[in-house]
């Protein structure tokens, strides 16, 4: 707190009839009650912080294909469903032998996609194709997606079960995979936006 020192009265040698000297007051300063607040302040904000988790994604990797392990299997062109995204973030999709050529879409078309094929097509595999321009946003929404129908189709062999004792069916897993864009993606890719066929 501050306090207030008076000096006392020094006697004056000129002091002359009935004039008074004049008392200098000094001030001093105690800065323990300021240090106390801050301390106890910075303590506050110390347990009272909230620290944000960093924001990730949990992805499965597949392990290391190690010596003399068998080949990978092929897949049938029915069963691969290919998702390409191009440095305007546009989407397209491409499934069988019948499509020649990857077809645009929207995002909530392809969600449609992505959860009929998986209910309709047993083993299907996954492929999504991002050009390096693309956002890293249009990935994450693209994977969610895929998450959100593996997470429906378990949630209804789990009822399912619950039904009927007899449904020995495993959880279903997405089997999912990412590929960088070949150029000949991006070829196929830009003769599709201007409305053309590949030339052989």
């Given at each position: 707190?501050?306090?207030?020192?008076?000096g006392?009265e020094?006697?004056?040698?000129?002091?002359?009839?009935?004039?008074?000297?004049?008392?200098?007051?000094r001030?001093?300063?105690?800065l323990?009650?300021m240090?106390d607040?801050?301390?106890?302040?910075l303590i506050?904000?110390?347990?009272?912080?909230v620290?944000?988790?960093?924001?990730s994604?949990e992805?499965?990797l597949?392990?290391?294909?190690?010596?003399?392990?068998p080949?990978?299997?092929e897949?049938?062109?029915?069963?691969l469903?290919?998702m390409l995204v191009?440095?305007?973030d546009?989407l397209?999709?491409?499934?069988?032998?019948d499509?020649k050529?990857?077809e645009?879409?929207?995002?909530?078309?392809?969600?449609?996609?992505?959860?009929?094929?998986?209910?309709?097509?047993?083993?299907?595999v996954?492929?999504?194709k991002?050009?390096?321009?693309?956002s890293y946003?249009?990935?994450?929404?693209?994977?969610?997606?895929?998450?959100?129908?593996?997470?429906a189709?378990n949630?209804?062999?789990?009822?399912?079960?619950l039904?009927?004792?007899?449904?020995?069916?495993?959880?279903?897993?997405?089997?999912?995979?990412m590929?960088?864009?070949?150029?000949?993606?991006?070829?196929?890719?830009?003769?599709?936006k201007?409305?053309?066929t590949?030339?052989?």
């Amino acid at each position: 707190m501050g306090g207030v020192d008076i000096g006392a009265e020094k006697p004056d040698k000129k002091k002359t009839g009935l004039k008074r000297p004049k008392r200098r007051i000094r001030i001093r300063n105690d800065l323990t009650p300021m240090v106390d607040i801050a301390f106890l302040l910075l303590i506050f904000y110390m347990v009272t912080t909230v620290f944000s988790s960093p924001l990730s994604m949990e992805i499965s990797l597949p392990p290391k294909q190690k010596e003399g392990d068998p080949p990978p299997v092929e897949v049938a062109e029915s069963k691969l469903l290919q998702m390409l995204v191009d440095k305007d973030d546009s989407l397209y999709y491409q499934i069988g032998a019948d499509m020649k050529q990857p077809e645009k879409v929207s995002f909530q078309e392809l969600s449609e996609i992505i959860n009929e094929k998986n209910r309709n097509v047993s083993k299907l595999v996954m492929v999504l194709k991002m050009d390096q321009a693309s956002s890293y946003g249009m990935m994450v929404d693209i994977i969610d997606r895929i998450q959100a129908a593996e997470r429906a189709i378990n949630v209804e062999l789990a009822a399912a079960r619950l039904v009927d004792a007899s449904i020995t069916q495993e959880d279903y897993s997405v089997m999912f995979s990412m590929p960088d864009m070949s150029a000949w993606d991006e070829y196929v890719l830009g003769i599709v936006k201007e409305g053309g066929t590949v030339e052989q």
